[in-house]
């Protein structure tokens, strides 16, 4: 179903891939749009057991699209340098292709804001992001992407260097 990976010299393993997910801050969240033009959308989140998690208004234009086709993908770059002497870049970056759905159950969409919460304000203290998550949870949505193919792909002139 998934298309093999046409330079596998430059693939990434699963756990390299997955080491991209837990640390990265910002990914592109593609679907499909309106009149199926794709629609992407730069997004937060967090990854946990082959899962990433976004939060969002419970409207809009990205709602509409899950409703639409709950299928998606998701790609976060890891690195981006531009080697302008050699008329290339240096990058590595990872694609997840899977199915989203819109959190229903109170219980676990409060528990992935937390999780976004403690990813992206580490130093705020546990009272100050209760009373944050308190007040903007009526009016939030959270989307959970499960993820059915993961790839990475890194430029061939880092090949052999750890990641």
Do not use: W
Not at 1 to 27: H, N, P, V, W, Y
Request: charge should be neutral; aromatic fraction near 10%; proline fraction near 3%.
């Amino acid at each position: 179903m998934f298309r093999e990976m046409r330079r596998k010299r430059q693939a990434l393993s699963k756990e390299a891939c997955e080491q991209i997910l837990k640390d990265g801050k910002t990914g592109v969240l593609a679907l499909l749009g309106d009149d199926d033009y794709p629609y992407t959308v730069p997004l937060n989140y967090c990854y946990e057991n082959g899962k990433l998690y976004f939060h969002c208004a419970k409207s809009g234009h990205k709602i509409d699209a899950v409703k639409k086709c709950a299928q998606a993908s998701f790609c976060v770059i890891a690195q981006d340098d531009i080697v302008p002497q050699k008329f290339t870049t240096y990058f590595c970056s990872v694609i997840a292709f899977g199915q989203v759905r819109i959190v229903s159950d109170e219980k676990e969409k409060l528990e992935t804001i937390n999780k976004l919460a403690i990813k992206y304000c580490p130093d705020e203290s546990a009272e100050a992001m209760r009373r944050e998550i308190e007040r903007e949870f009526p009016a939030l949505c959270v989307l959970e992407f499960t993820i059915e193919h993961l790839s990475g792909k890194q430029a061939i002139e880092l090949c052999g260097k750890t990641r």
